[in-house]
C-alpha cells in the first residue's frame, strides 16, 4: 500500500511527538510511527525535569494545561556534601528561571491525546521498519501496520527513534563522526508510593556513592543510587535500598527520608554521546538518536525539545518559504546546544560521583569544587544558568 505526507517521524517519544505537533500548527503534514504499543510509550519512565525554556515552549504551542495544573515548579537544588546541605536558588541567580518536574510519560501522554483530537496519524505497533532513498530528495520509509505493508513516499525523514532506533544506523558509518564517554557505575533507580519528604532534589555527595532524591508527584517519590554498572538489581531488595538511601541522603540535621512500597526498581549504565552529524540528506536526527547524556544534568528530554524546535522551523522555511537554509544548518545549530548539555552533564556527573580509581587525592578535588560552586555566588550562577537552560538563540 502506498501512502504520502510531507514529513514521515520515525519514533512517538517527545521528540517525535512534539516535532509532529508544531509541523501541525503550521500546517505541515506529517506521519508518526512507533514500534511499541500505544500503553507502553504512555507508560515508560524516564526524565522528569523540564528547564524553563521546554516549559515555555510547551506553553506556548498549547500542550501546557495539565502541567501548569500537575506539573511541581521548583525554585533550586539543594547539594548535600560534608554531612550538610547547601541550596542553589535558581531565581536569585537567573533571572527568575526555574525547572518544572512533570515525567516525560505525562508530556508523551499530552502530546498523544492532543494529536490524536487534532486528526494526527500515529501509527503504533508497526515493525519492520526501514528507512529509503534519503540521499534524495524522494525519501521512503516503509513498514508493516497490522497485515498492511505501507510504503511511505515523503519529503524528509524524521529520526526520533532514539538510541537503538534504525535511523541513525541506517547513514553510512563513514558519514558520521561519533563521540563517546561510558561511565564506571551505573544508577539503581526506584519509584516509590511515597509522599516527598523534601521540596526540591537533592543531589548527595557521599563517601558510599552518589544518591539523588526527586519526585514525580505529591503521591510518587523518584530515587536513584550510584552501583555498579554490572549491578543485578535481584540483588538489591527493597530493605538494602532504602537503608542505603537513609545512609547516603540523611544529615544530622534531623530530616528523614520517607519509605513507601517500591513500584518500579531497574538499573541504569550512563554514557555520554554524540553523533555529528545530526542529518544526512533529507534524514534529521532528533533527541537520543543522535545523542545521550548522563542524567545527572536533567539535559535528555531538554535536548529533544530544542532539537525539534529548530528542526520545526527549519521545516516550515522549507515548506512555506522554500528554503534550505535552515534545513542545511540544522546540525551546526543544534550540536552548539548539545555540546554545551554535554559538558555540563560530565561536569555534574564527575563532581558528584565515586570514580572506582579515585584515590584521596580526587576526592578532596572534588570537595573542594563542591565546596566553591555552593560558597561562590558566580560558580553557583553558572550551575545555575545550565541547571535551568540557556536562553534559546
Not at 61 to 90: A, C, K, T
Not at 254 to 268: C, D, I, Q, R, Y
Request: proline residues 4%.
Amino acid at each position: 500500500m502506498s501512502a504520502r505526507t510531507q514529513v514521515a517521524i520515525v519514533g512517538a517519544g517527545p521528540a517525535g511527538l512534539l516535532l509532529s505537533h508544531l509541523l501541525h500548527r503550521d500546517g505541515i503534514e506529517s506521519v508518526v510511527i512507533e514500534n511499541r504499543n500505544r500503553d507502553y510509550v504512555e507508560q515508560r519512565v524516564r526524565a522528569g525535569v523540564l528547564e524553563q525554556g521546554s516549559v515555555d515552549l510547551l506553553n506556548e504551542s498549547g500542550l501546557g494545561e495539565r502541567m501548569r495544573r500537575e506539573g511541581l515548579v521548583h525554585q533550586g537544588i539543594e547539594l548535600r556534601f560534608d554531612g550538610f546541605g547547601h541550596r542553589i536558588d535558581f531565581p536569585s541567580l537567573t533571572g527568575g528561571r526555574s525547572i518544572t518536574v512533570y515525567g516525560q510519560q505525562e508530556v508523551v501522554k499530552d502530546l498523544i491525546a492532543t494529536r490524536l483530537g487534532a486528526g494526527g496519524v500515529v501509527h503504533f505497533g508497526v515493525s519492520d521498519v526501514a528507512v529509503h532513498d534519503f540521499h534524495t530528495d524522494h525519501p521512503r520509509v516503509t513498514y508493516r501496520n497490522g497485515s498492511k505493508s505501507i510504503d511511505l513516499a515523503c519529503d524528509v525523514i524524521a529520526g526520533c527513534d532514539g538510541f537503538h532506533g534504525i535511523c541513525r544506523q541506517a547513514i553510512p558509518t563513514a558519514a558520521l563522526s561519533v563521540f563517546e564517554r561510558v561511565y564506571p557505575f551505573a544508577w539503581l533507580g526506584i519509584l516509590a508510593q511515597a509522599a516527598p519528604t523534601h521540596d526540591e532534589l537533592i543531589y548527595a555527595y557521599h563517601p558510599r556513592g552518589f544518591a539523588l532524591y526527586s519526585m514525580r508527584s505529591p503521591e510518587i517519590t523518584r530515587l536513584y543510587l550510584q552501583v555498579s554498572p554490572e549491578e543485578d538489581v535481584a540483588g538489591w531488595p527493597d530493605e538494602r535500598i532504602w537503608g542505603e538511601l537513609h545512609r547516603r541522603l540523611e544529615t544530622g540535621d534531623g530530616w528523614k527520608l520517607l519509605e513507601g512500597a517500591v513500584l518500579e526498581k531497574s538499573v541504569t549504565g550512563m554514557r555520554s554521546f554524540v553523533t555529528e552529524p545530526m542529518q544526512h540528506g533529507r534524514l534529521f536526527l532528533a533527541g537520543d538518536a543522535a545523542h545521550i547524556v548522563p542524567p545527572t544534568g536533567a539535559k535528555g528530554m531538554n535536548l529533544a525539545v530544542a532539537d525539534v524546535r529548530v528542526l520545526s522551523r527549519a521545516l516550515r522555511s522549507f515548506f512555506k518559504e522554500h528554503r534550505s537554509d535552515e534545513l542545511d544548518a540544522y546540525s551546526a545549530t543544534c550540536l552548539k546546544r548539545v555540546w554545551r548539555a554535554e559538558h555540563f552533564s560530565w561536569w555534574m556527573t564527575t563532581m558528584l560521583h565515586r570514580f572506582p580509581t579515585d584515590d584521596a587525592f580526587q576526592q578532596r578535588l572534588q570537595l573542594s569544587q563542591l565546596r566553591y560552586v555552593t560558597s561562590s555566588r558566580a560558580a553557583a550562577t553558572s550551575l545555575a544558568e545550565n541547571y535551568v537552560g540557556l536562553p534559546f538563540e
